[in-house]
Protein backbone atom coordinates (compact mmCIF):
# COMPACT_ATOMS: atom_id res chain seq x y z
CA UNK A 1 0.00 0.00 0.00
CA UNK A 2 1.37 3.36 -0.45
CA UNK A 3 4.05 2.38 -3.12
CA UNK A 4 3.66 5.19 -5.22
CA UNK A 5 4.03 7.50 -2.47
CA UNK A 6 7.02 6.42 -1.19
CA UNK A 7 8.94 6.76 -4.63
CA UNK A 8 7.46 10.56 -4.54
CA UNK A 9 8.73 10.45 -0.42
CA UNK A 10 12.07 9.22 -1.49
CA UNK A 11 12.59 11.64 -4.17
CA UNK A 12 12.19 14.37 -1.17
CA UNK A 13 8.46 15.08 -2.54
CA UNK A 14 4.92 15.23 -1.52
CA UNK A 15 1.39 14.65 -3.35
CA UNK A 16 0.03 17.88 -3.65
CA UNK A 17 -4.28 17.58 -3.45
CA UNK A 18 -6.17 20.00 -4.72
CA UNK A 19 -9.72 19.69 -4.62
CA UNK A 20 -12.24 22.42 -6.59
CA UNK A 21 -14.78 24.59 -5.05
CA UNK A 22 -18.02 23.05 -5.00
CA UNK A 23 -16.49 19.05 -5.62
CA UNK A 24 -15.79 16.24 -3.06
CA UNK A 25 -13.30 14.39 -4.20
CA UNK A 26 -9.90 15.62 -6.41
CA UNK A 27 -10.26 15.13 -10.01
CA UNK A 28 -7.12 13.61 -10.66
CA UNK A 29 -8.28 9.55 -10.23
CA UNK A 30 -4.66 9.16 -8.41
CA UNK A 31 -5.07 11.96 -6.11
CA UNK A 32 -8.58 10.83 -5.51
CA UNK A 33 -7.09 7.34 -4.46
CA UNK A 34 -4.05 8.54 -2.20
CA UNK A 35 -6.26 10.62 -0.72
CA UNK A 36 -8.66 8.37 0.56
CA UNK A 37 -6.43 5.65 1.02
CA UNK A 38 -4.59 7.52 3.69
CA UNK A 39 -7.52 9.04 5.03
CA UNK A 40 -8.98 5.61 5.75
CA UNK A 41 -5.41 4.61 7.68
CA UNK A 42 -5.80 7.57 9.76
CA UNK A 43 -9.42 6.98 10.60
CA UNK A 44 -8.97 2.97 11.46
CA UNK A 45 -6.61 4.05 13.68
CA UNK A 46 -7.53 6.94 15.64
CA UNK A 47 -11.49 7.68 15.34
CA UNK A 48 -13.29 5.92 17.71
CA UNK A 49 -16.71 4.42 16.67
CA UNK A 50 -19.89 6.74 17.69
CA UNK A 51 -23.30 5.51 16.71
CA UNK A 52 -24.03 8.21 14.19
CA UNK A 53 -22.69 11.00 12.83
CA UNK A 54 -24.02 13.74 14.73
CA UNK A 55 -22.11 12.89 17.87
CA UNK A 56 -19.06 14.08 15.90
CA UNK A 57 -20.57 17.54 15.80
CA UNK A 58 -20.10 18.35 19.32
CA UNK A 59 -16.62 19.72 20.66
CA UNK A 60 -15.21 16.29 21.45
CA UNK A 61 -16.27 14.32 18.21
CA UNK A 62 -14.65 17.67 16.32
CA UNK A 63 -11.67 17.33 18.21
CA UNK A 64 -11.80 13.49 17.28
CA UNK A 65 -12.14 14.46 12.95
CA UNK A 66 -9.07 17.06 13.86
CA UNK A 67 -7.12 15.01 14.88
CA UNK A 68 -7.73 12.12 11.78
CA UNK A 69 -7.50 15.40 9.63
CA UNK A 70 -4.01 16.67 11.35
CA UNK A 71 -2.81 12.60 10.90
CA UNK A 72 -3.56 13.39 7.01
CA UNK A 73 -1.84 16.28 6.39
CA UNK A 74 0.03 17.92 9.11
CA UNK A 75 3.88 17.16 10.07
CA UNK A 76 4.05 15.76 13.79
CA UNK A 77 6.92 17.14 16.38
CA UNK A 78 8.37 14.90 19.22
CA UNK A 79 10.91 15.48 20.75
CA UNK A 80 14.49 14.45 19.71
CA UNK A 81 15.90 10.83 21.05
CA UNK A 82 18.39 8.99 19.27
CA UNK A 83 15.71 5.75 19.92
CA UNK A 84 13.23 7.64 18.00
CA UNK A 85 15.27 8.78 15.44
CA UNK A 86 16.22 4.94 14.51
CA UNK A 87 12.86 3.73 14.99
CA UNK A 88 10.97 6.77 12.80
CA UNK A 89 13.41 6.95 10.00
CA UNK A 90 12.90 3.04 8.93
CA UNK A 91 9.23 4.16 8.55
CA UNK A 92 8.64 7.66 8.00
CA UNK A 93 10.17 10.30 6.48
CA UNK A 94 11.46 12.44 9.18
CA UNK A 95 13.55 16.04 9.38
CA UNK A 96 15.48 16.07 12.82
CA UNK A 97 16.74 19.08 14.57
CA UNK A 98 18.40 19.51 17.91
CA UNK A 99 15.69 19.11 19.65
CA UNK A 100 12.61 17.80 17.87
CA UNK A 101 11.62 15.09 15.20
CA UNK A 102 9.11 16.10 12.57
CA UNK A 103 7.79 13.49 10.91
CA UNK A 104 6.68 14.50 7.63
CA UNK A 105 3.29 13.50 5.86
CA UNK A 106 2.65 11.93 2.89
CA UNK A 107 0.30 14.62 1.25
CA UNK A 108 -0.31 18.19 1.12
CA UNK A 109 -3.64 19.13 2.37
CA UNK A 110 -4.75 21.87 3.44
CA UNK A 111 -7.29 21.45 6.25
CA UNK A 112 -6.26 23.92 8.38
CA UNK A 113 -8.39 26.35 6.56
CA UNK A 114 -12.02 25.95 5.99
CA UNK A 115 -12.16 25.12 2.09
CA UNK A 116 -12.38 22.45 -0.14
CA UNK A 117 -10.07 20.20 0.39
CA UNK A 118 -11.08 19.79 4.28
CA UNK A 119 -15.21 19.51 3.34
CA UNK A 120 -13.44 16.45 0.98
CA UNK A 121 -11.74 14.83 3.83
CA UNK A 122 -13.78 15.00 6.22
CA UNK A 123 -17.05 13.64 3.75
CA UNK A 124 -14.49 11.12 3.52
CA UNK A 125 -14.17 10.30 7.31
CA UNK A 126 -17.86 10.85 7.46
CA UNK A 127 -18.61 7.92 4.54
CA UNK A 128 -15.65 5.60 5.99
CA UNK A 129 -17.04 6.05 9.70
CA UNK A 130 -20.83 4.84 8.24
CA UNK A 131 -18.94 1.91 6.14
CA UNK A 132 -16.90 0.59 9.66
CA UNK A 133 -20.26 1.20 11.78
CA UNK A 134 -21.78 -1.08 8.56
CA UNK A 135 -18.78 -3.90 8.66
CA UNK A 136 -18.84 -3.66 12.42
CA UNK A 137 -22.96 -4.76 12.28
CA UNK A 138 -22.11 -7.03 9.76
CA UNK A 139 -19.50 -8.80 10.88
CA UNK A 140 -20.37 -9.35 15.01
CA UNK A 141 -23.95 -8.93 15.36
CA UNK A 142 -26.39 -11.90 15.55
CA UNK A 143 -30.15 -10.77 15.55
CA UNK A 144 -30.65 -14.19 16.64
CA UNK A 145 -28.91 -12.94 20.10
CA UNK A 146 -30.29 -11.13 22.95
CA UNK A 147 -28.50 -8.02 23.93
CA UNK A 148 -26.88 -9.77 26.90
CA UNK A 149 -25.07 -12.68 24.88
CA UNK A 150 -24.25 -9.87 22.26
CA UNK A 151 -22.42 -8.24 25.24
CA UNK A 152 -20.63 -11.18 26.51
CA UNK A 153 -18.36 -11.72 23.36
CA UNK A 154 -15.14 -9.45 23.27
CA UNK A 155 -15.57 -6.30 21.47
CA UNK A 156 -13.58 -5.95 17.76
CA UNK A 157 -10.32 -5.15 17.83
CA UNK A 158 -9.22 -1.54 17.66
CA UNK A 159 -12.59 -1.25 19.54
CA UNK A 160 -13.24 -0.14 23.36
CA UNK A 161 -15.56 -1.92 25.67
CA UNK A 162 -18.11 1.62 26.20
CA UNK A 163 -17.78 1.81 21.94
CA UNK A 164 -19.03 -1.47 21.94
CA UNK A 165 -22.24 -1.60 24.65
CA UNK A 166 -23.11 1.49 22.39
CA UNK A 167 -22.97 0.23 19.61
CA UNK A 168 -25.05 -3.02 20.42
CA UNK A 169 -27.49 -0.83 22.29
CA UNK A 170 -27.83 1.23 19.32
CA UNK A 171 -28.04 -1.96 16.94
CA UNK A 172 -30.62 -3.84 19.38
CA UNK A 173 -33.22 -0.40 19.90
CA UNK A 174 -36.73 -2.14 18.21
CA UNK A 175 -36.76 1.43 16.68
CA UNK A 176 -33.30 0.81 14.68
CA UNK A 177 -34.50 -2.35 13.92
CA UNK A 178 -37.42 -1.33 12.17
CA UNK A 179 -35.89 1.78 10.56
CA UNK A 180 -33.05 -0.80 8.86
CA UNK A 181 -35.98 -3.40 7.78
CA UNK A 182 -37.59 -0.61 5.89
CA UNK A 183 -34.99 0.24 4.83
CA UNK A 184 -33.59 -3.01 2.98
CA UNK A 185 -37.63 -3.34 1.91
CA UNK A 186 -37.19 -0.42 -0.15
CA UNK A 187 -33.76 -1.26 -1.46
CA UNK A 188 -35.23 -5.05 -2.33
CA UNK A 189 -38.28 -3.22 -4.13
CA UNK A 190 -36.27 -0.48 -5.71
CA UNK A 191 -33.91 -3.34 -7.30
CA UNK A 192 -37.38 -5.07 -8.34
CA UNK A 193 -38.63 -2.28 -10.30
CA UNK A 194 -35.92 -0.99 -11.82
CA UNK A 195 -36.37 -3.82 -14.92
CA UNK A 196 -32.72 -5.35 -14.07
CA UNK A 197 -34.81 -8.75 -14.21
Given at each position: MGHGLEKM???GKKLVIQV???KKRPEVPLQAAKLASETGVALRDNLPNYTSWKLYQNE???AEVGKVLNKVAVRHQFPSSKNLVALLSSHFNIVCNKSFVCLQSRLEVDVRNEGPSKAAC???IKKGVRQTRYHLKRKYFDESLS???LLAKEPPPKMNKEEWIKLVDYWCDPKNQVHARQFMI???YATCTCGCE
Amino acid sequence: MGHGLEKMLSRGKKLVIQVAEGKKRPEVPLQAAKLASETGVALRDNLPNYTSWKLYQNEVGQAEVGKVLNKVAVRHQFPSSKNLVALLSSHFNIVCNKSFVCLQSRLEVDVRNEGPSKAACTDIIKKGVRQTRYHLKRKYFDESLSREQLLAKEPPPKMNKEEWIKLVDYWCDPKNQVHARQFMILCIYATCTCGCE
